[in-house]
């Protein structure tokens, strides 16, 4: 199941774990990635809690979390190839993993036409 948020961050889900990154549209907002600064194994995360900063050529922001749960894995390669964000945001450019604490909050949020949809808007 892949969702997305109007923040702009995606959330796969397979089985009990959850993959989060941003979408190929705000990597192509942010510009050139030169650096994310990720959340610590372990931490409990709010619904649109704070999971990463991104900085780029253009400005920093930051990242969402786009359901509430429990960091379980960071993509520690993105610390000398942040890059990789803008090169495969939706695959190798994933930020962190995460259980999710309540599949509800998934409800909430965009499918993949949706998003579509969404963006096109914008």
């Known amino acids: 199941m892949l969702k997305f948020s ?11 774990t959850a993959t989060v990154g941003i979408s190929d549209y705000a990597q192509k907002q ?11 194994v372990g931490d409990e995360i ?11 050529v253009k400005a920093a922001s930051e ?8 960091v379980t894995a960071i993509n520690g390669a993105l610390e000398g190839a942040p890059e990789t964000v803008n090169a495969a945001p939706m695959g190798e450019g994933w930020f962190i993993k995460m259980s999710i604490s309540d599949a ?6 965009m499918d993949e036409a949706a998003y579509k949809d969404y963006c096109e808007g914008l």
Do not use: C, M, T
């Open 46 to 56: 709010d619904a649109n809690g704070e999971i990463a900063v991104v900085e780029s």
């Open 30 to 40: 942010l510009g050139d990635v030169v650096f994310v600064e990720l959340p610590q």
């Open 6 to 16: 109007k923040d702009h961050e995606w959330i796969r889900v397979e089985g009990d």
């Open 63 to 70: 990242v969402y979390a786009p359901v509430a749960g429990e």
């Open 104 to 109: 509800s909050d998934l409800d909430a949020l």
